[in-house]
């Protein structure tokens, strides 16, 4: 969320989300701090807050931008292909220790502070899904998406399984079950 004030350099807003990554998986998200990301970025404190309204959000940025950046919302030709790029880059991503770090902390963050909780959940949460959402259009304009499960269960499904392995077992996220959930969510055998 970008706030009101001077123009954003896109060279310090880069360093600012890279030095928020870094420190969060180097001390956590409890030892993270403005001051700390100001050092490590050699921005002034006084940018992040003019920027961001906390280290959470800045955090909801960096982890966005690399989803965005990471997680194509490939046309391979069959929602079965689609889905499994996009299974396979989410995966993958979804393993990377300083990823499943920051996803932690944010959920974390937005459990406890409410409007946190909107910003997360609108910056990223409904931001994937609607990434996967596109997948899911344009099966259905391609005629090849199944009747169930519903489009609405396709997303619970894919991010409820990295959710419950991220927060819930830490089990890590394995290739075996981006095969079944194509199975699954495209009915072929």
């Known amino acids: 969320m970008t706030r009101p004030g001077r123009k954003r350099s896109e060279e310090s807003r880069q360093a600012i989300l890279t030095a928020a990554a870094e420190l969060v998986a180097e001390v956590g998200y409890a030892g993270l701090s403005i001051e700390g990301m100001a050092a490590r970025s050699g921005t ?3 940018t992040i807050y003019r920027w961001w309204p906390s280290k959470a959000d ?3 940025e960096a982890l966005a931008e690399k989803a965005d950046l990471h997680i194509p919302i490939p ?3 069959s929602y079965a292909a689609d889905l499994r790029a996009f299974l396979t880059a989410s995966f993958a991503l979804g393993r990377t220790p300083q990823v499943i770090a920051v996803l932690r902390a944010l959920m974390a963050e937005a459990q406890i502070n409410p409007e ?3 910003r ?3 910056g990223f949460l409904h931001r994937r899904r609607d990434a ?3 997948l899911v259009d344009r099966a259905r304009a391609r005629g090849d998406l199944p009747p169930v499960p519903r489009p609405a269960t396709v997303a619970d499904l894919v991010f409820g399984l990295i959710w419950y392995r991220v ?3 830490r089990d890590p ?3 075996d079950q981006i095969d079944e959930l194509v199975t699954l969510l495209t009915g072929a055998d």
């Open 75 to 77: 046309d391979e030709g």
């Open 120 to 122: 997360f959940r609108a």
């Open 44 to 46: 002034g404190k006084q």
């Open 167 to 169: 927060l819930a077992t």
């Open 132 to 134: 996967l959402g596109v």
């Open 173 to 175: 996220i394995d290739d």
């Open 58 to 60: 800045v955090l909801l």
């Open 116 to 118: 946190f909780g909107v």
